[in-house]
């Protein structure tokens, strides 16, 4: 790893205007002082992520990310420190001067160095998977499979599909070989340590080998399929989530089909990655898929900078169209065109494929699918038969449930009349039910909005005047050397949530190295991306230069007392337990300092800082 001169940090910040970096992945839009959009770390149909021009600055109003442009990079493509700094160096023409390596300096590096130890780790595995299908005699079983399928030669190598040997220390053996700390590759999921301790045997043996490679290519897990036909064991072993792997982030083939994607502004969703296998077999380059039957807001947020529509693919089974309907409503409420199509019943895009062609399934299938709402209807009477008289209403029910929140009139009007064909029911009457609906759902939302929620952390609870004492306390901190000075003399031990407690420790760190306040760098110096959030948010709270001294005297004023109410409370409890030990001597001296507390705390005045 290359050290970067602390100057050339601060150079490539600068150069970095955050709107311009942002603007690549978000599609902003300036409101007053600042610059608006749909947040890319999570799932939003109204745009709460807001970009300061002024400050260089980013915050996001819905689940709290905040940040400057190195983190933002840090954060968006995975990346650690040195490597966002060195991507916005090229991008902003900076020359990087190399230096000795930094990994001791940035605990956030010796994290990237195991993970890109994994990562190496897994390449050297796939490497030696692939080895065994194509080049040896063990490997020709699985090989014959494959060719059955319809894999040739060229699709085996181009998508690194392998075999893993029955021997359960065949892959073990070569990482040790290669000198690969043993516990380190246990918990990257490739070996696991036996029963007794003396050493380790691989996590998959016996069967064919898919690589599963995140955003940038690379192979980060891996999915085997066994041979055998025993039920008893499981079709399909998946790696478990480790430091470099987690299912409901990556996205099955996406770093092949993110171009393609973006050329048609159209995304394939399949359930799983031997569809997109099919499907790029036979042409079709922008389908991924999900690695587990769950369609997460991290999924979503990646699909929302490529695509503009959806097609949801899954099985025709009824746990396929159960996947689907998940599907298409989690798309549809993050904003997102959504269509679906359909299977046969008990097929499957592979199945699909491997009896009726290429041609059929990209015409017939991909070709011909459900708006979101035709779906819904034919999802909703799947499972009910309409000449029973409560089926029916709880079809029209359901049916005008979702059509209550489509804003178009001309498809409103034309699901009412395709429900009044399907069930009898005239369209006066389908209107009157329709409006009764919608006028509970407008005095729902009314009553939401008149009841106004008050301020809320992204955890969910209310902000408390002991929040804001600490956030505005930590925002003059960072920007106050000889203040922090002082009040690590004073009050040491002045916060109260762990949170602010660890950054008051990483920050004296920070001032005894640097000297001068830098938040940017101290955040970007957090390799807990929580704590860098806590520490961003506080960076940005409004200070009122003017009164200064008052806003630090009340937020030490408040945080002093409410340490004082903590301990009555604490030594409260303790006296009640010394009192159930009859331990009278004990919880007499837990009255007496309750009491001086008490005291302390009615006599508590002004607490000057100076």
């Known amino acids: 790893m290359t050290r970067i001169p602390e100057e050339t940090i601060e150079t490539v910040r600068t150069k970095t205007d955050i709107v311009d970096l942002i603007g690549e992945y978000v599609q902003l839009t300036k409101r007053g002082k600042n610059w608006f959009g749909l947040c890319p770390f999570h799932g939003e149909s109204t745009p709460s992520f807001s970009v300061s021009e002024e400050k260089q600055l980013f915050h996001c109003f819905g689940c709290g990310a905040s940040g400057n442009a190195i983190t933002f990079v840090m954060d968006i493509e995975n990346s650690p420190f040195t490597e ?34 994994m990562m190496e780790a897994h390449s050297l595995a796939a490497s030696f998977y692939s080895h065994l299908l194509l080049n040896t005699v063990e490997g020709e079983v699985a090989l014959e499979y494959l060719e059955k399928r319809g894999f040739s030669r060229e699709d085996i190598e181009k998508y690194g599909i392998g075999w893993a040997l029955d021997n359960p220390e065949a892959l073990s053996e070569l990482l040790k070989r290669k000198a690969f700390d043993m516990k380190e590759m246990e918990r990257a999921g490739l070996c696991i340590m036996k ?11 016996g069967r064919i080998m898919f690589p599963l490679r995140d955003d940038n290519g690379n192979v980060v897990a891996f999915s085997g399929r066994t041979l055998t ?5 499981a079709k ?60 997460s807001d991290a999924h979503i947020v990646k699909l929302k ?24 409503d989690s798309l549809q409420a993050k904003g997102m065109n959504v269509e679906i199509a359909l299977l046969p019943t008990n097929f499957d895009p592979d199945d699909y494929i491997s009896q009726h062609g290429g041609q059929a399934f990209i015409e017939k299938v991909i070709g011909n699918p459900q708006s979101y709402m035709s779906f819904i209807m034919a999802f909703a009477k ?20 979702e059509l209550v929140s489509r804003p178009s009139p001309v498809e409103r009007d034309l699901y009412m009349r395709q429900l009044s064909t399907e069930t009898g029911v005239s369209m006066e009457a389908l209107g009157q039910q329709f409006t009764k609906l919608n006028g509970r759902q407008a005095s729902a939302a009314k009553k939401v909005q008149e009841s106004g929620p008050p301020p809320k952390l992204e955890n ?31 009050f040491p031990e002045l916060f109260i949530q762990d949170a602010y407690q660890v950054i008051f420790i990483r920050l004296a760190g920070f001032y005894e190295q640097h000297g001068n306040p830098d938040f940017h760098r101290f955040s970007e110096s957090l390799e807990d991306r929580d704590l860098r959030k806590v520490v961003l948010e506080a960076a940005m709270v409004e200070r009122d230069p003017d009164y200064k001294e008052e806003e630090i005297e009340d937020c030490i004023q408040h945080l002093v007392q409410q340490r004082i109410k903590l301990s009555i409370e604490d030594k409260l409890n303790e006296s009640k337990t010394a009192e159930k030990l009859k331990d009278h001597g004990r919880a007499l001296e837990l009255a007496r300092e309750i009491i001086q507390l008490r005291k302390s705390l009615s006599a508590h005045g002004r607490i000057p800082v100076d």
């Open 84 to 117: 966002a700094v060195l991507k916005l160096a090229e991008r902003t023409g900076v020359e990087i001067d190399s230096g000795p390596a930094v990994s001791d300096r940035n605990p956030s590096t010796r994290q990237s160095d195991e993970q890109r130890q």
């Open 195 to 205: 029963d007794d301790g003396t050493g380790y045997f691989d996590r998959f043996r």
């Open 229 to 233: 036909s025993d039920k008893q064991v």
């Open 236 to 295: 399909y072993l998946n790696s478990p989530e480790t430091p470099i792997f987690e299912k409901s982030r990556l996205l099955y083939n996406f770093h092949n089909a993110r171009l393609n994607v973006r050329k048609s502004g159209k995304v394939i969703v399949f359930e799983g990655f031997m569809d997109t296998l099919s499907a790029e077999r036979i042409g079709v380059s922008n389908s991924v898929a999900v690695m587990g039957t769950a369609l």
């Open 305 to 328: 900078r490529i695509a503009k529509e959806v097609l949801v693919c899954c099985d025709g089974d009824d746990a396929g169209w159960t996947a689907a309907k998940r599907f298409a």
């Open 382 to 401: 799947r499972s009910k038969n309409l000449t029973f008289e409560n089926d029916m209403l709880q079809y029209i029910h359901e049916v005008l449930s």
């Open 460 to 490: 969910g609870k209310s902000l408390t005047a002991t929040d804001r004492a600490e956030r505005l306390l930590l925002c003059h901190l960072l920007n106050d050397g000889v203040l922090f000075d002082r009040v690590r003399d004073e």
